[in-house]
Every structure is written in structure tokens, then in C-alpha cells.
């Protein structure tokens, strides 16, 4: 979804959108959405900038860490964001730059802001930076994969190659 913003009212515009299942293109991000997203919020100019508040919400679904089953997360992203128009940037330099690295300042062209990267972005920096399905997942086994949360494979345990000698010695006076 494009927002325009060649036309906008003075105190600014609403939108507001309901995304479908498969609208947006996941395919290079580390998620992928179990729940389309809902988006609402208010465009209003800042100047020479453009400012988007609103909020996202979502369900969205990555590998757990340890055992790669994938895990829902529900998200809810208040967002505030500053758009410079892409123009600017060459009358006022470096000035503009440092504003855009300080502030996070993202650019729009064209009088338009492209919702859906806007979304797709925030979704990916919501994501936490551990996702498990849950705390005490067992994960996988080292050796053949096998999900330890199912199934208790046959691999014997690595042994710390510092007690691999005891461990020789010991299996010997068994014998
Ligand atoms: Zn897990
Ligand atoms: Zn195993």
C-alpha cells in the first residue's frame, strides 16, 4: 500500500489496512507472517518531513533456536517515524546526513511512503533476539538431529575430551 501524500489535508491523514494472507513478500526477511497484519496510524507533515505514527499488529513466525520448529509470536509495534523528502538531502548535505544517521531518519520520494516496506521493516526488527518455542526446549541432537522434545535418541552423550581417559578407564574395569 502506497500512501500519497501529494494531496494531504493540513492535520494530517489516517490510514488505516488489513492485509490479506500472501499480500506481503516475506521472502527475504527472517520471519514469515502466521497472521497478516493490521495497520493503523496518521501521516502529518513536519516541516519539510513527514511524520507516521500508528500501530502494527500481527502474528508473525520463526525456527525455534534450538529445535527449528517454528514458533508464533504476536506482536503489537507502536511506531513514530520520520520520512525526509529524498531531494533535500543535496542543498543541505552533511548536514542532513548526520540528522538521517542520528535520528534514523528513513527517505521518501515522489510524495509517497510505501506502507508495506514500512511494515515488513518493523516486523523484522521486532523479532526477538532469541526465539525459542519454549524455555526448557531440549533442542536437537548434536549428533543425528533427532527433536529431543519427542524423542530420546540412541546417541551416547559427547564426553569432554579432558574425561574421555577416565571415561576409557572406567568402561575398561567393566569389561
Ligand atoms: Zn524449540
Ligand atoms: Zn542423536
Do not use: H
Not at 548526520?98 to 523479532?127: H, P, T, W
Not at 548434536?142 to 571415561?167: F, S
Amino acid at each position: 500500500m502506497i500512501i500519497s501524500l501529494a494531496r494531504m489535508p493540513p492535520d494530517g491523514l489516517a490510514f488505516k489496512r488489513q492485509y490479506e494472507a500472501g499480500e506481503l513478500d516475506t521472502g527475504e526477511y527472517d520471519f514469515e507472517l502466521a497472521e497478516p497484519p493490521l495497520v493503523n496510524g496518521r501521516a502529518t507533515r513536519a516541516g519539510q518531513d513527514m511524520r507516521l505514527r500508528g500501530e502494527i499488529r500481527a502474528r508473525i513466525s520463526a525456527p525455534c533456536d534450538r529445535c527449528l520448529n517454528e514458533v508464533t509470536i504476536p506482536v503489537e509495534i507502536p511506531f513514530d517515524l520520520f520520512y525526509a523528502p529524498a531531494d533535500a538531502g543535496a542543498c543541505q548535505g552533511v548536514e542532513r546526513e548526520l540528522v538521517e544517521r542520528d535520528l534514523d531518519f528513513a527517505v521518501y520520494e515522489n510524495d509517497q511512503i510505501d506502507l508495506d516496506g514500512l511494515v515488513l521493516e518493523q516486523l523484522e526488527l521486532s523479532l526477538p533476539s532469541r526465539v525459542l518455542c519454549r524455555e526448557e526446549c531440549r533442542g536437537l541432537c548434536p549428533q543425528c538431529g533427532a527433536d529431543l522434545n519427542v524423542e530420546q535418541c540412541q546417541c551416547k552423550p559427547q564426553i569432554d575430551p579432558r574425561w574421555r581417559a577416565l571415561a576409557d578407564l572406567k568402561a575398561g574395569m567393566e569389561d
